[in-house]
C-alpha cells in the first residue's frame, strides 16, 4: 500500500511533465483578458489598463504552485479611426512554477486587436485578435524523484534516476488569435467570445523518447451584466476550454452593491463560480472608479483509487487599473467586467 502510495505521487507530480500538459490558467478567468482571449486586447472603457494576477495553490500532496502574470494594454490612435471603433495594442508576461518548484515556465505575449462597430450607435461591436508569444521552460532534476529510486526505505535521490535528459531548458514561438462580440447599453452589457491558442503547436521536449507537441487549445467565454437600480447589479460568466483530452467548464456570477453616489463607480461584489467536476470557489471584490481588486478560494477534491482523497486549496488575487485621460460616458455597466 505504501508503495503504491508513492507510485501515485509521481503519477500526479510528473502530470505536467510527460503528459499533454495544460496551459497555466486562473480561476478569475474574467480578469486575466490576455491569457484568455487575444480579441480582448483593448476592450475596456478607459485610455490604457493594467492587470495583474497571482494564483497559489497549495496540494494536499505538499506540492506547491504558484502562477502570476501581469499586462498592459492600451488604445491606439484614438480620434483618427471611426468613432466606436477601437484598435488595442498589448503586452503581457506570465510566470507558472508547477511539479513541486521542478517546471519553470515563463511567457512573453504582444497582441493587438480591432474592434469594429456594426452600428451607427456603436452598441454592437465585433473584435478580431491577434497574439504573438515566447515561451521558455526549464526543469530542475534534483528536485524530481523517479520510480527507479524508491527503496524498502522509501525514495533514495542519491540512486541514479536512469532517465536521459535532453534538454533541461526549451524554448519556442507561438501565435494565438481571438473574436469577441460585444453589446453595452445604459442597463446591460453582454459579450461571447472564442479562441485558438498554439496554432503553430510547437515541440516541448526534455526527455529522450518525450517528443511532446503544445497541444491546440480552444475557448468559448461568454458573459452578462445587468444594472437591477441604482444600488444593485448582477454579472454572470461562463468558460469552456478545451486541450487536448483536459476539458475545463466554469460558470457562476457576482452580485454588486454600490457604496457611492449615483456619479461614482464604487462596488462591493460577492459571487462563486464552479468548475464541473473539479471545484467551486467564492469571490470577493471591490470597484473603486478605475481600480478593480478581487479574492478566489478554491475548493476542490479529488479521490484516489484507494479510498483516500487528497483536498486542495487555492487562492488567487486579481488587480486591474484602467485610466482615463477624460471622462467617460456615464453607463453604470460601461464593459462587462466578468
Not at 474592434?115 to 497574439?131: I, M, S
Not at 452593491?257 to 464541473?276: H, I, P, Q, T
Not at 479529488?302 to 486549496?313: D, E, I, L, T
Request: charged share 15%; glycine share 10%; hydrophobic share 40%.
Amino acid at each position: 500500500m505504501k508503495l503504491f502510495r508513492y507510485i501515485l505521487l509521481i503519477c500526479f507530480s510528473f502530470s505536467g511533465l510527460f503528459l499533454k500538459a495544460q496551459d497555466p490558467h486562473f480561476s478569475q478567468y474574467f480578469s486575466a483578458p490576455l491569457t484568455l482571449n487575444p480579441a480582448a486586447t483593448g476592450a475596456f472603457d478607459g485610455d490604457h489598463r493594467v492587470v495583474a494576477n497571482m494564483r497559489q495553490q497549495s496540494m494536499g500532496s505538499g506540492v506547491l504552485f504558484n502562477t502570476g502574470t501581469i499586462s498592459l494594454d492600451t488604445k491606439l490612435i484614438p480620434g483618427k479611426i471611426d468613432e466606436w471603433d477601437n484598435w488595442g495594442l498589448g503586452v503581457m508576461a506570465l510566470s507558472d512554477r508547477s511539479s513541486g518548484g521542478a517546471l519553470q515556465s515563463t511567457y512573453l505575449g504582444l497582441s493587438t486587436a480591432y474592434d469594429k462597430a456594426l452600428g451607427e450607435d456603436g452598441l454592437h461591436t465585433l473584435g478580431v485578435g491577434f497574439q504573438a508569444t515566447y515561451a521558455s521552460k526549464f526543469i530542475d532534476i534534483n528536485k524530481l524523484s523517479f520510480a527507479s529510486q524508491f527503496s524498502s526505505g522509501g525514495f533514495d535521490v542519491t540512486i541514479p534516476a536512469g532517465e536521459d535528459l535532453v534538454n533541461n531548458s526549451v524554448s519556442y514561438f507561438d501565435f494565438n488569435t481571438g473574436l469577441l462580440y460585444s453589446y453595452k447599453d445604459e442597463i446591460k452589457n453582454f459579450y461571447f467570445g472564442a479562441s485558438a491558442y498554439h496554432l503553430l503547436q510547437p515541440k516541448q521536449t526534455f526527455f529522450d523518447g518525450n517528443d511532446n507537441k503544445v497541444l491546440l487549445r480552444g475557448t468559448l467565454q461568454a458573459g452578462a451584466g445587468f444594472l437591477v437600480n441604482d444600488v444593485h447589479q448582477l454579472h454572470l460568466s461562463s468558460l469552456y476550454m478545451q486541450q487536448g483530452a483536459a476539458k475545463e467548464i466554469s460558470i457562476g456570477g457576482a452580485y454588486g452593491y454600490s457604496l457611492g453616489m449615483e456619479d461614482e463607480n464604487k462596488f462591493l461584489y460577492f459571487g462563486a463560480w464552479y468548475r464541473l467536476k473539479d471545484a467551486w470557489y467564492p469571490y470577493v471584490g471591490m470597484q473603486l472608479n478605475n481600480i478593480q481588486a478581487g479574492l478566489s478560494y478554491d475548493v476542490h477534491s479529488a479521490s484516489w483509487s484507494n479510498g483516500a482523497v487528497q483536498k486542495s486549496r487555492s487562492i488567487e488575487l486579481s488587480f486591474v487599473y484602467i485610466f482615463k485621460k477624460e471622462p467617460g460616458d456615464k453607463f453604470r455597466v460601461p464593459c462587462a467586467k466578468f
